[in-house]
């Protein structure tokens, strides 16, 4: 009986260890997709320039689409879809293990404050999320 005892915790040991080095080669396994604050890197009367970092896994990455959302997403949020957003580009650029969004424009940006909303397209949905930019003079 008592043999039979420990084969069961040396059973569970083991179970424990290879789920445990099963965790520690794949850390990117528990990573979900995350975006950070929108950095500027314009003023105001420039064309825009801004960038958002993202995290993820590279599996994420790969699957990975972004673009400005729909007028009716944009309708949803409260957000009035400015003529001046039609000249936005957004795109993702991947350089190396890391990855940003860019957002530019072709267009001087000649109001303070510009606000949108980008959609996210990854392998798990769609998610959406509105930026804020006030453009300083200087």
């Known amino acids: 009986?008592?043999?039979?005892?420990?084969?069961?915790?040396?059973?569970?040991?083991?179970?424990?260890?290879?789920?445990?080095?099963?965790?520690?080669?794949?850390?990117?396994?528990?990573?979900?997709?995350?975006?950070?604050?929108?950095?500027?890197?314009?003023?105001?009367?420039?064309?825009?320039?801004?960038?958002?970092?993202?995290?993820?896994?590279?599996?994420?990455?790969?699957?990975?689409?972004?673009?400005?959302?729909?007028?009716?997403?944009?309708?949803?949020?409260?957000?009035?879809?400015k003529r001046i957003l039609n000249s936005l580009i957004v795109e993702l650029v991947k350089t190396g293990p890391s990855a940003y969004i860019k957002v530019t424009s072709k267009k001087l940006i000649r109001e303070p404050l510009l606000e949108f909303v980008l959609f996210i397209d990854s392998d798990s949905g769609r998610i959406f999320r509105r930026y804020s930019i006030f453009l300083s003079p200087r």
């Open 1 to 81: 009986m008592i043999y039979g005892e420990n084969m069961s915790y040396k059973s569970a040991f083991i179970t424990v260890l290879a789920v445990g080095l099963t965790t520690l080669l794949m850390p990117g396994s528990a990573l979900a997709l995350v975006l950070a604050d929108i950095k500027t890197h314009s003023t105001l009367n420039q064309p825009l320039h801004a960038s958002i970092p993202i995290t993820a896994t590279k599996a994420e990455l790969s699957f990975l689409q972004v673009g400005l959302a729909s007028n009716k997403v944009f309708l949803r949020t409260g957000i009035e879809r």
